[in-house]
């Protein structure tokens, strides 16, 4: 079982940036690929960026790249979005979660453990 524990949502303007943490608890947490989604309102949860589980491999979906940054630090369980040049579609409650099978990484059924989200909120 692996604990996900998100922060650092808030409001922010748009062009400024944000860093989101999720701190995991529970079992090893190098031996899980971790990813971060977001759901807009009204909208189906989407896959933001995953990295691999040493933290060598990263992928991201098309509308933040360039803007956005995944990173882990294994020796402190925690794995990080780093948002720049934010924009009001990027608002949206994100979550991290935690993945151990073999899958579709950008496929929520792919991961194992979700955290409890955080909101992001971005005014124009």
């Known amino acids: 079982q692996v604990q996900l524990v998100e922060s650092g949502g808030g409001l922010v303007q748009a062009g400024g940036s944000l860093r989101l943490s999720c701190a995991a608890s529970?079992?090893?947490?190098?031996?899980?690929?971790m990813g971060w989604f977001r759901q807009a309102p009204g909208k189906e949860r989407e896959f933001v960026a995953t990295?691999?589980?040493?933290?060598?491999?990263?992928y991201y979906t098309d509308s933040v790249k360039g803007r956005f940054t995944i990173s882990r630090d294994n020796a402190k369980n925690t794995v990080y979005l780093h948002m720049n040049i934010l924009k009001s579609e990027d608002t949206a409650v994100y979550y991290c979660?935690?993945?151990?099978?073999?899958?579709?990484?950008?496929?929520?059924?792919?991961?194992?453990?979700w955290g409890q989200g955080t909101q992001v909120t971005v005014s124009s």
């Open positions: 979660a935690a993945r151990q099978r073999i899958g579709a990484i950008q496929a929520g059924e792919t991961y194992d453990y």
């Open positions: 529970g079992r090893t947490f190098s031996s899980y690929g």
């Open positions: 990295i691999s589980r040493g933290g060598g491999t990263t």
